[in-house]
């Protein structure tokens, strides 16, 4: 049922009733040689008639009164109607909201090995819709009532309203359980003291963090910062990209805006894969998934660009490929990542 609706309704009623009564009572008593009846007076009596409160009727005619008969009749059933429609649209949104928390609270606690993004203002709310169209686990934290409320207009995702940098709203957010971590807060101090904060509550969780200041990058790095990005220096790498390489820049924005789940991304070989110890050529990446390998990274950091068949695989390389999520979740079977 919609309650909204019928309290519109039920409004619109009581108006109608309501300049009904008020017209029908300067009708019929002025009409009846009292010349002093004033619209306040039409008012007054028809207040206390759909009220049900019983003041004197002042004097009021014989046909005042069949008018009013007629009006308490018809305006009670009015009101009632009122009354039990704004009861219930008060309590549906109260219960609402109750059952929504509770499943959202519930659906967080459940998560783990997912990501958290701090902050969904200009920056975090690209993040957010990254991780929507990669179909990823994630929860975001917003301390702005409004920004929450305008997002969820176009998309559905889990949330935690609160400030980021507060520990209870981090574990609100599960932290503890958490895979990887973005600080996209407004403020330098503001990230530096959720990167602080997040990996004093979970020392394995991955952050990377925003950050506004050219000076900021190394205190956030010190902090426990895995990443820092500088969003004017990658507004002025981009700038330069589109003069000397523009064809590369289409390529990679045609990938992001147009192929919703195609991504270069990334496959860790974990412990007790059938990969480790084998070459790339003998792990037959391209006929067993249909993706071709375009980097390998070693545990040490080090990138191999193209890599040539008999490169040698082991435990913690990270496998760089273009796929979507249905091929990359064929290699993630291979390497053992989840």
């Known amino acids: 049922m919609n309650h909204k609706r019928n309290l519109i309704i039920a409004f619109s009623a009581l108006v109608c009733v309501f300049l009904t009564g008020v017209v029908g009572y300067t009708i019929t008593e002025r009409n009846h040689a009292q010349e002093d009846w004033s619209i306040f007076d039409s008012i007054f009596m028809t207040v206390i008639t759909l009220t049900t409160v019983g003041y004197d009727d002042g004097e009021m005619s014989n046909a005042g009164r069949a008018f009013t008969v007629f009006l308490l009749i018809g305006g009670f059933g009015v009101c009632a109607y009122s009354i039990s429609s704004a009861t219930a649209f008060i309590i549906e949104g109260q219960l609402h909201e109750i059952f929504r928390r509770r499943k959202m609270r519930n659906s967080i606690d459940r998560l783990s090995n997912h990501y958290i993004i701090c902050g969904l203002g200009d920056t975090g709310v690209h993040s957010l ?22 997002l969820l207009e176009t998309r559905d995702f889990l949330y935690v309203a609160g400030d980021a940098t507060d520990d209870e709203v981090l574990n609100r957010a599960g932290v503890d359980r958490a895979r990887g971590l973005i600080s996209s807060l407004s403020r330098d101090q503001d990230n530096l003291f959720t990167v602080l904060s997040a990996k004093q509550l979970n020392p394995n969780l991955r952050v990377v963090s925003k950050a506004v200041e050219d000076n900021s990058p190394p205190k956030l790095l010190k902090a426990g910062a895995a990443d820092v990005v500088l969003a004017d220096q990658i507004g002025g790498v981009r700038l330069a990209s589109r003069v000397m390489r523009p064809d590369v820049v289409d390529f990679l924005d045609l990938m992001i805006k147009h192929q919703e789940t195609t991504r270069f991304t990334q496959s ?22 249909g993706l071709v390998t375009v980097a390998i990274r070693n545990r040490n950091g080090r990138f191999e660009y193209n890599p040539a068949a008999d490169l040698g695989l082991e435990q913690g390389d990270a496998i760089i490929v273009i796929a979507d999520i249905e091929r990359l979740q064929k290699l993630h079977e291979l390497t053992g990542d989840t």
Do not use: C, N
């Open 129 to 150: 819709d990254e991780f929507l169209q990669m179909g990823v686990d994630f929860v975001g934290i917003e301390r702005e009532d409004s920004r929450i409320a305008h």
């Open 268 to 289: 860790v070989i974990r412990k007790d894969s059938p990969l480790i110890g084998i070459t790339l050529g003998e792990a037959d990446i391209q006929d067993r998934t």
